[in-house]
């Protein structure tokens, strides 16, 4: 343990969580369940300790400290300048010796992934992800055999890459600097992250550089990089190779077994059948546009956030992450059902209850139905 010195940029990451623990409505059991452009960190095991992580500016060094809710406060308040702390290097000197296959993930789901050992495998994966995002834009993380890790924002023929963990330290690429609007897109925990234009290069150049990274550990000279990273990404490079496999089932090894086939099948055109009954139809039929799998993670965060605020549930140390996963299947099938049919609402409680990482749900078929339609939208 180590003097950490009391920086200004965590000191208004302070502030921000004290602001957070007094309103009341923040998940506080989580790694991440406060966030900033300096690092981030949440509450260890329900207790009164909270763990941080905080990178430094120029990216060089990590911190993990542990602090009591007192401390935040004296932090936040100027009255505490040193607390202790453990240090990490984050700018490696050498890199790592070979440990496994490429894996590349750009889903939640078991088949959303691929760990290939044939070069011709990557390629078609990439060109697949490139193609499947000509609607939306779609998310790709990348680890080397070495162990390095880029997450790249695929749409149409634009892709900003911003490199997490590699021998050189953190990434991102810089293509038109006039640009000043930005694309949306989701990151893995279905939270939205603003693409700056500015940090896109075209799809060919992109392509390579990954090709490059998979090999050699950074985007290669046909990439100009700026050495910095989006706050929301800084915590993806406490995640290795080692860790993303543990968390999810065996990639498949071949493109075809993938869920990349099924992303780019197109949906077949509705029908028109003319209607032939003379019954007139007094009221119109709404039917509900599927959700995406990142909008459903998004709605089962903030359903759980809903619910853990008006006290109707207890979690685990299991993380939020893996029950918003688990969660998100069940609104799929039975969300929309739930919010109109009690029956339904009250065996998707009992359904809900039973997800790893929920200790209990106290809320009934009732209290679940009001949640479930205050938390359908941002």
């Known amino acids: 343990m180590l003097p950490f010195l009391i920086p200004d940029d965590f000191r208004a990451f302070m502030k921000e969580v004290v602001a957070d623990l007094d309103a009341g409505d923040h998940l506080l059991d989580a790694e991440d369940a406060f966030q900033h452009e300096c690092g981030y960190g949440g509450r260890v095991d329900g207790a009164d300790t909270y763990a941080f992580t905080y990178i430094t500016g120029d990216g060089v060094h990590k911190w993990s400290v542990a602090l009591r809710e007192a401390a935040i406060r004296n932090i936040a308040d100027g009255l505490l300048i040193e607390v202790m702390g453990e240090q990490h290097e984050i700018v490696r000197t050498h890199r790592r010796a070979s440990i496994g296959a490429p894996l590349l993930i750009w889903g939640e789901y078991g088949d959303d992934a691929l760990q290939a050992r044939a070069e011709a495998q990557v390629h078609a994966a990439l060109d697949s992800i490139h193609e499947s ?88 000279p046909g990439v100009v990089i700026d050495g910095r990273i989006p706050s929301m990404l800084l915590m993806l490079g406490d995640i290795d190779r080692k860790a993303a496999l543990a968390a999810r089932a065996e ?111 106290f809320a009934t078929g009732g209290d679940l139905q009001i949640a479930l339609r205050r938390s359908r939208e941002a």
């Open 251 to 361: 990639p498949p090894r071949e493109v075809s077994r993938s869920s990349l086939p099924r992303m780019l099948t197109p949906i077949p055109e509705p029908v028109q059948v003319e209607d032939e009954s003379t019954t007139p139809v007094e009221m119109p039929i709404e039917i509900a546009t599927p959700l995406r799998i990142e909008d459903l993670a998004a709605w089962a965060r903030r359903l759980i956030e809903l619910l853990f605020k008006r006290e109707l549930i207890e979690l685990g140390p299991t993380s939020l992450d893996e029950i918003s996963y688990h969660l998100g299947g069940l609104l799929q099938a039975h969300g929309a059902e739930a919010q109109h049919s009690i029956d339904t609402a009250e065996w998707l409680a009992n359904e809900i209850g039973a997800v790893r990482g929920v200790e209990k749900l």
């Open 133 to 220: 995002a000509a609607e939306h834009p779609r998310m790709l993380r990348m680890w080397s055999d070495a162990d390095d890790q880029v997450v790249a924002v695929v749409w149409r023929d634009l892709c900003a890459l911003y490199v997490v963990e590699s021998l050189g330290g953190y990434a991102t690429s810089t293509g038109d600097q006039s640009l000043t609007d930005a694309l949306p897109a989701y990151d893995h925990d279905g939270k939205p992250l603003l693409v700056p234009y500015a940090d896109c290069v075209s799809w060919p150049v992109a392509r390579s550089a990954l090709l490059w990274f998979l090999e050699r550990g950074d985007l290669g």
